[in-house]
Antibody
Framework: QVQLQESGPGLVKPSETLSLTCTVS????????WNWIRQPAGKGLEWIGR???????NYNPSLKSRVTMSVDTSKNQFSLKLSSVTAADTAVYYC???????????WGQGILVTVSS | DIVMTQFPDSLAVSLGERATINCKSS????????????LAWYQQKPGQPPKLLVY???TRESGVPDRFSGSGSGTDFTLTISSLQAEDVAVYYC?????????FGQGTKLEIK
């Protein structure tokens, strides 16, 4: 059974960089595409970006200038970095595996990241 | 970017009754070369990540009860729960995967009347 687990700091200061890692178990990270999706409290879902099996990436244009995603196949992990954060970046961040670039079939439980001084 | 709009924002339905949630995309998500609608539905319960229910607008994900069904084409879509059960209380989201950035509707909160 595929499982995803987000990890990282739950509190980030404004203007700093948010860094999260998603650890994948139950399958090889090399065979699929991986995504980050976030959800502010009580609000809807926002797709942040995707990293493909090739290592190439697609980011949401609204965040593109601040987002970097990468994969570490040796650890079966992928990561998210979001720079210059503000309070508007406070959200639950989910990692997810997609099905051929389409729907999100496996999700982590999510990690709450609060941006505050 | 494709904007997804759901209605209603919230819905209260009696147990055993039908629940209908609508989703409209700002442009067609029907890909003409394969005649597939790039539209999915998810269910999210409190404190949990979303769960995939339906994709290609009408294909139920494995393990999803058959009381859930999706329909529609082009820009207008519907998720129907034929006989509401207590465990169906959740927020439901539609999502388009026709183009990047993939986008979700704002969600419809389903409650028991």
């Amino acid at each position: 059974q595929v499982q995803l687990q987000e990890s990282g700091p739950g509190l980030v200061k404004p203007s700093e960089t948010l860094s999260l890692t998603c650890t994948v178990s139950g399958g090889s990270i090399s065979d699929y595409n991986w995504n980050w999706i976030r959800q502010p409290a009580g609000k809807g879902l926002e797709w942040i970006g995707r990293i493909y099996t090739s290592g190439s990436t697609n980011y949401n244009p609204s965040l593109k200038s601040r987002v970097t995603m990468s994969v570490d196949t040796s650890k079966n992990q992928f990561s998210l970095k979001l720079s210059s954060v503000t309070a508007a970046d406070t959200a639950v961040y989910y990692c997810a595996r997609d099905r051929m670039g389409y729907v999100y079939e496996y999700w982590g439980q999510g990690i709450l990241v609060t941006v505050s001084s | 970017d494709i904007v997804m709009t759901q209605f209603p924002d919230s819905l209260a339905v009696s147990l055993g009754e039908r629940a209908t949630i609508n989703c409209k995309s700002s442009q067609s998500v029907l890909y003409s070369s394969n005649n597939k609608n790039y539209l999915a539905w998810y269910q999210q319960k409190p404190g949990q990540p979303p769960k995939l229910l339906v994709y290609w607008a009408s294909t139920r994900e494995s393990g999803v009860p058959d009381r859930f069904s999706g329909s529609g084409s082009g820009t207008d879509f519907t998720l129907t729960i034929s006989s509401l059960q207590a465990e169906d209380v959740a927020v439901y989201y539609c999502q388009q995967y026709y183009s990047i950035p993939n986008s979700f509707g704002q969600g419809t909160k389903l409650e028991i009347k």
